[in-house]
C-alpha cells in the first residue's frame, strides 16, 4: 500500500461513514487536525451558543432567579444525560467536581461500607491522581493499599479488601481492562467496585447496571467535549443509594438545601453526592455537547472507533514500524480504547513540532506519543494525514 491507495481507502471508508455528518457540530479551526480529544475535547457549536444565551439571558437577563427557573435541576439533569452512555438508569448519576474529587467521594462511600476490611485495591498503572486519592483515603482509614498492575487485579482481591478501584481503558495503552471479570472477584470477595471511566465515557461502552458495579467516576472534558474544567460525574449503583455517604457533606446534597437546617440530611437519591454550588458556565458547556450524542449510538462510536484505530495500526504497520515507532497500545482492536499510543525516543520533540503545524496530539514520558481518533469529528482521512506527518517527520 502507498499512501496514494491509503487516501483513496480513507475516502471510501469516509463516504460511506454514518457518524461523519457529526464532525460539523465541531469549530475546529481549519487547518488543524485533532487527535487529543482524549485530553480535551474540541469546542461544539452547541457549547458555545449555550454559553452565550446563559451569559445573555440566564445569567445578565433573569438573574439570581435563573437558579430556580433551570439552574439548580442541572446537575441531575446533565448526569441524567450522561447515563445512557455509560449504561446506567435514570437519576443514578450526578455531574459534580472533577474526577479526583468524585474518585474520593466513591472510595469514603466504598470504605465506610466495608467498615471491617483493611486493604484498597488499586492498579499501579493508573493516572496518578487516582493513585494519589487512594493513598489518602487509605491513610486516613488506616488501611493498606495493595498497588497491582492490571493482570494482578484479580488475584489480589480478597476478603481483607475493602474497596477495588481501577481505570478501565488505561490513559497510557489504551487497554481495555476486563471489567467483568474484576468486578466479579471483588464482589464474590464482598468488596465494593469503583470504575474510573476517564478514558471511557463517549468512546467505550459500559455497561454500568449490567456490570453491577458499585460505582463509577469520569471527566466531562475528554469525550464529551464539555470545555476546559467541565464538570464529572459520579455513578452509583441504586441499591447503594440510600446506604451510602460520602465525606464532603455540604448543603447540595442536603435533604432540603433551603430550609438551611442546621443538621446535616442527606437528599435521597444520587443528589447526596453533590457537595455545594453547580459550576453553572462549565456544566452548560457540557450540557450543550452532550447533545452531540442524541441520535448516535455507543455501538456506532464503537464500531467507527475501532475502525478508526485498526486503519492507524495498519498505517503503522506499513509506514512508521520501520521509523523508529514502537506500538504502545494493544493490537487487537477489541482490547483498545479510542487512542494509540507510539512509543519512539524524540517523541515529545516530534509532538511539539507537529502541533506548530497544525498537528495535535500528546506526549506522556518517558516516550509514549498519544493519538486520540473520536468518532464524532475524526476522519478516516485524518487518519492517513496523520501517518504522513509521522513518517515524514
Ligand atoms: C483525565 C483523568 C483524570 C482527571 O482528573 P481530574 O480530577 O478531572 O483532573 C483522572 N483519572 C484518570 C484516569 C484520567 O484519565
Request: glycine content about 8%; proline content about 5%.
Amino acid at each position: 500500500m502507498t499512501l496514494h491507495d491509503a487516501f483513496a481507502k480513507a475516502a471510501q471508508l469516509d463516504a460511506h461513514d454514518p457518524l461523519a455528518v457529526q464532525r460539523a457540530h465541531f469549530d475546529i479551526p481549519d487547518g488543524t487536525l485533532y487527535f487529543d480529544g482524549n485530553s480535551l475535547g474540541p469546542l461544539t457549536f452547541r457549547s458555545r451558543e449555550a454559553l452565550h444565551q446563559t451569559i445573555e439571558h440566564e445569567w445578565r437577563e433573569r438573574l439570581i432567579r435563573s437558579w430556580n427557573e433551570n439552574w439548580l435541576d442541572m446537575p441531575l439533569r446533565v448526569g441524567n444525560a450522561i447515563a445512557p452512555l455509560i449504561g446506567a438508569a435514570t437519576n443514578t448519576v450526578i455531574c459534580a467536581d472533577n474526577t479526583s474529587i468524585n474518585l474520593s467521594k466513591a472510595l469514603h462511600a466504598a470504605v465506610a461500607l466495608r467498615p471491617d476490611r483493611t486493604e484498597i485495591v488499586v492498579d499501579i498503572n493508573n493516572f496518578p491522581t487516582d493513585i494519589y486519592i487512594a493513598q489518602s483515603v487509605a491513610s486516613q482509614y488506616g488501611l493498606t493499599l495493595v498497588a497491582v498492575t492490571a493482570d494482578e487485579i484479580a488475584g489480589a482481591i480478597s476478603q481483607n479488601t475493602a474497596v477495588v478501584t481501577a481505570t478501565h481503558v488505561d490513559y497510557r495503552s489504551a487497554r481495555i481492562l476486563n471489567a467483568e471479570e474484576i468486578t466479579r472477584v471483588a464482589h464474590q470477595h464482598g468488596a465494593l467496585m469503583v470504575w474510573d471511566l476517564a478514558h471511557t465515557a463517549g468512546a467505550v461502552p459500559f455497561d454500568a447496571q449490567q456490570l453491577d458495579t458499585d460505582f463509577a467516576v469520569g471527566c466531562g472534558y475528554k469525550y464529551l467535549n464539555g470545555g476546559p474544567g467541565a464538570p464529572a460525574f459520579i455513578y452509583v449503583a441504586p441499591r447503594l443509594l440510600e446506604v451510602s455517604g460520602q465525606p464532603l457533606q455540604g448543603w447540595w446534597g442536603h435533604a432540603e438545601p433551603f430550609q438551611f437546617e442546621v443538621d446535616y440530611r442527606p437528599a435521597p437519591g444520587i443528589s447526596r453526592f453533590l457537595t455545594g454550588t453547580a459550576n453553572v458556565l462549565s456544566m452548560k458547556s457540557l450540557e450543550a455537547s452532550l447533545e452531540v450524542f442524541s441520535g448516535v449510538t455507543m455501538a456506532q462510536i464503537r464500531e467507527k472507533s475501532m475502525a478508526l484505530t485498526s486503519f492507524f495500526v495498519e498505517l503503522f504497520d506499513q509506514f512508521l514500524a520501520a521509523k523508529g515507532f514502537t506500538m504502545g497500545s494493544p493490537r487487537a482492536p477489541e482490547q483498545r480504547g479510542s487512542h494509540v499510543a507510539l512509543g519512539f525516543a524524540g517523541g515529545k520533540a516530534l509532538v511539539e513540532s507537529m502541533a506548530e503545524r497544525g498537528v495535535i496530539a500528546d506526549f506522556r514520558p518517558p516516550d509514549l506519543m498519544r493519538f486520540g481518533f473520536a468518532p464524532l469529528y475524526n476522519s478516516y482521512a485524518d487518519v492517513v494525514k496523520l501517518a504522513e506527518h509521522l513518517a515524514n517527520h
